[in-house]
Nanobody
Framework: QVQLVESGGGLVQAGGSLKLSCAAS????????MGWFRQAPGKEREFVAA????????YYAVAVKGRFTISRDNAKNTVNLQMNSLKPEDTAIYYC??????????????????WGQGTQVTVSS
């Protein structure tokens, strides 16, 4: 099991940038695939980005590809999400999540066993 704490959310104008961080505690952070999800009011939680345990392979939702970058530092037990060119539709609570193994697609929340509490991102127009 791994404990996850997100930080870095806030209010930003459209076109601006934010960097989210997720700090992990517990054993073997480097053995987990990591993902970022988001949930807007009245909507289901949706996949944003993921990175495999070795850091060499990343995945992005179509809506954020080219604007967001996921990265990890296994020595520091952190995973980051750099968000550029933010849009009002990016407004949501952003969650960090950990998966020991992908038994199916990385986009599904059921692949992830551990979740952070979330951090609010608000993009004003």
């Amino acid at each position: 099991q791994v404990q996850l704490v997100e930080s870095g959310g806030g209010l930003v104008q459209a076109g601006g940038s934010l960097k989210l961080s997720c700090a992990a505690s517990g054993r073997s952070f480097g053995s987990y695939h990591m993902g970022w999800f988001r949930q807007a009011p009245g909507k289901e939680r949706e996949f944003v980005a993921a990175i495999r345990r070795d850091g060499d392979t990343t995945y992005y939702a179509v809506a954020v590809k080219g604007r967001f970058t996921i990265s990890r530092d296994n020595a520091k037990n952190t995973v980051n999400l750099q968000m550029n060119s933010l849009k009002p539709e990016d407004t949501a609570i952003y969650y960090c999540a950990a998966a020991q193994v992908y038994t199916g697609s990385y986009v599904y929340t059921r692949q992830y066993t551990d979740w952070g509490q979330g951090t609010q991102v608000t993009v004003s127009s």
